[in-house]
């Protein structure tokens, strides 16, 4: 499976943008995806994970990001916004090849695939 994700950049505090995660190869029908980020000097953190019957998000962003997926397309997207400093890092997705239980989608080691990241900047 690979995965190339797009739709990083800069914004200005307060603003939004879509990031876009699409897989390809051989992806099982049932598949949980997630979004993960790294800030500099940090470790990598959960963001938000969708599976088939369940999203999650980290609590630093939940009611300003938004996951979804389309299956047609194998694509994952992470709407975010309301976008502040904090949120400056690098954005990765991650893929699993099934349906994760509930208490391993915000561990990174359970994910098999990552991207390659996509940085965002926001700036104050």
């Known amino acids: 499976v690979q995965l190339v994700e797009s739709g990083g950049g800069w914004v200005q505090a307060g603003g939004s943008l879509r990031l876009s995660c699409a897989a390809s190869g051989r992806t099982a029908s049932a598949y949980t995806m997630g979004w993960f980020r790294q800030a500099p000097g940090k470790e990598r953190e959960f963001v938000a994970a969708?599976?088939?019957?369940?999203?999650y998000y980290a609590d630093s962003v939940k009611g300003r990001f938004t996951i979804s997926r389309d299956n047609g397309k194998n694509t994952v997207y992470l709407q975010m916004n309301s976008l502040r400093p904090e949120d400056t890092a690098v954005y990765y997705c991650a893929h699993h090849p099934g349906n994760l239980i509930v208490s391993s989608v915000r561990t990174e080691a359970r994910y098999e695939y990552w991207g390659q990241g996509t940085p965002v900047t926001v700036s104050s």
């Open positions: 969708i599976r088939q019957n369940g999203i």
